[in-house]
């Protein structure tokens, strides 16, 4: 257990569906991220949130709508992807100006059909 | 932007030691940091170094050389454990963005 909880762990999923991924946090961390990993490829940061705002988006597809309704919790909304947004996402917590020691949940497991 | 490079795949026998290399360019600096990931699990934190110089902790080892803007994850002692994707991480400036290299696979063979 790492202390950052995503659900679901796995999701299938149509080009035209709406679903969303979501992370909690127990860590009393206030910077929560997002990061896509694909095989073959490094972590690819999508969005940060510090103290519930969103600090960093790294020319995200509008696709992707993240969401931070707190400094514990943090979705990401997903509608109309493409076969190629199949991948692991991630989200990962850490104190807010300390990028150095964070904490990952286990992922999402996505693949779009 | 940043960008970092290690590489790709290492294989070592259990009880040696590896060195896993990573070289970064940045544009701006908060410190290098080492994760471990076993497939199907989450990256975990393994160590980080913000000034020049080598960190110790157990088994593992890590360097800095910011004027080279070079550093390194040393493995001791070996164990089959220990196969797993490594991956080093610089902080911007502002501490608030880890950006990743794309990866050591370290395979531990008998």
């Known amino acids: 257990e790492t202390g950052v909880t995503q659900t679901p762990r796995h999701l299938v999923m149509g080009m035209t569906n709406k679903k969303s991924l979501k992370c909690e946090q127990h860590l009393g961390h206030n910077a929560m991220y997002w990061y896509k990993q694909s095989a073959k490829k490094p972590l690819e940061l999508m969005f940060v949130y510090n103290f519930k705002e969103q600090t960093e988006n790294n020319s995200v597809p509008s696709r992707f709508s993240p969401e931070c309704p707190n400094s514990s919790h943090l979705f990401l909304h997903l509608h109309t992807l493409q076969p190629e947004d199949s991948a692991l996402y991630l989200c990962a917590s850490s104190q807010a100006g300390t990028a150095t020691e964070a904490f990952f949940g286990q992922g999402t497991r996505l693949t779009v059909v | 932007g940043q960008s970092l490079e290690q590489p790709s795949e290492v294989t070592a026998v259990e009880g040696a030691i590896v060195q896993i290399n990573c070289t970064y360019q940045?544009?701006?600096?908060?410190?290098l940091s080492w994760y471990q990931q076993h497939d199907g699990g989450a990256p975990t934190f393994l160590s980080y170094?913000?000034?020049?110089g080598l960190e110790e902790t157990g088994r593992f080892s890590s360097f800095l050389s910011r004027s080279d803007s070079y550093g390194y994850l040393l493995l001791q002692e070996l164990q089959m454990k220990d196969s797993a994707s490594y991956f080093c991480a610089v902080g911007n400036n502002a501490g608030n963005m880890l950006t990743f290299g794309g990866g050591t696979r370290l395979m531990v063979k008998p």
């Open positions: 170094n913000a000034l020049d």
């Open positions: 940045t544009s701006g600096f908060y410190g």
